[in-house]
């Protein structure tokens, strides 16, 4: 969320920082209803020193044998001014709040207007890899390695549904145990949250209310404290385990990732090139998250990107890293990398794990704080990556390492977790 302080302090600012993302806003009718705020919350300020001041005579004018009544009637209704005011406050700040819950995250300084035609290749890893072969598609490779079942995936799930069988099962459970014991070695924290959450947890994460459809609801409660829904990653469970809380200095940074199926209503089209697990409406993911202070953001960012760059690398498989323009960004981010493999079938670059810094924006809404050395209470930064999901990793690992008669060589990291060196 952005702080209402730096809107009425830097509103030309901000627009044209949210115009880097392509968004016009409402700025003036938001500062318009801050000023009808805070107008209120002065007038019942002054009514209740009126009412305390009044208060303060009664005991003196009964001692001088006044008529107090005019007292009375005019404490009753500065009490139904008084309740009147706050009722209109209370609606005034909860039009304020979702004004600007509504609001994307305002880019960092050096990310570029425009959308995914201004994003940067700032990183290429190894090269695209060449066959003297017809090259196949990770689905006719899956089914012919009976890897994954399509065609039971959708029976069970419908289309957007796929179904890992026997060494298709393994390579999958290969490739999320090789994560995990990466990113334990780093000393990070293993979560096994929720599958299921709470609509703060949402709202804390930055995708709601906008985004609210796009998620699975399992309950349709008009309150929105009795909803629940799947959650889209673990990033939405993780930003907020410490919602609500101060946390100390000295516990920072907060180094967290969690192994969970993503649930996504929306699956992509059914194009040729969206067959297989490009997309789908479940699909496995490890999540990184770092708590920080401002000070830990930067160098916070740098270690996830590196770790999500090492996972790939160690699989050997071709990539490159892009700086997302503006535009690019998710509504909650300042900034993000994307690692994109290279899935030759296709001949073009999926992403595979997105690297962002949401600032102070999800903690703003979260309320999850810190105190710092000298007492003072700050927001945290939180930060996200995906470390990794494998709907993508898993066709590239098939299609890059194809060969000749059909088989796929298992990445070197795996095989011990596999037991085959090569699928065949």
Known sequence: MIDINLIRSDKEGVEKALGKRGYTADLDGILALDGERRELIGKAEALKAEKNKVSADIPRMKKNGENVEPIFKRMREIGDEIASCDEKIKSTEEKLRHELLCLPNLPDPDVVAGGK????????FGKQPKF?????????????????????????AGNGSW????RGAMLEWALLTYFIKTHAKDGYTFILPPHMLNYECGLGAGQFPKFEDDVYRVDTAD???SRRFMLPTAETALVNMYRGEILSEKDLPKKLFAYTPCYRKEAGSYRAEERGMIRGHQFDKVEMVQVTTPDQSKAAFEELVGKACALVEGLGLHYRLSKLAAGDCSASMARTYDIEVWIPSMGIYKEVS???????????????????????????????GSGLATSRIMPAIVEQNQNADGSVTVPEVLREFVGLDVIK
């Open 163 to 166: 179904l890992y069988t026997g």
């Open 117 to 124: 035609e201004s994003n940067e290749v700032i990183k290429v």
């Open 132 to 156: 003297d072969f017809p090259v196949k598609h990770h689905v006719e490779l899956c089914e012919s390695l009976n890897l994954i079942d399509y065609e039971r995936g959708v029976k069970l």
């Open 223 to 225: 309150d929105e404290k």
């Open 354 to 384: 997105s690297v962002s810094n949401a600032n102070d924006y999800q903690a703003r809404r979260n309320m999850t704080r810190y105190r710092d050395a000298s007492g003072k209470i700050n927001y945290v930064h939180t930060l996200n």
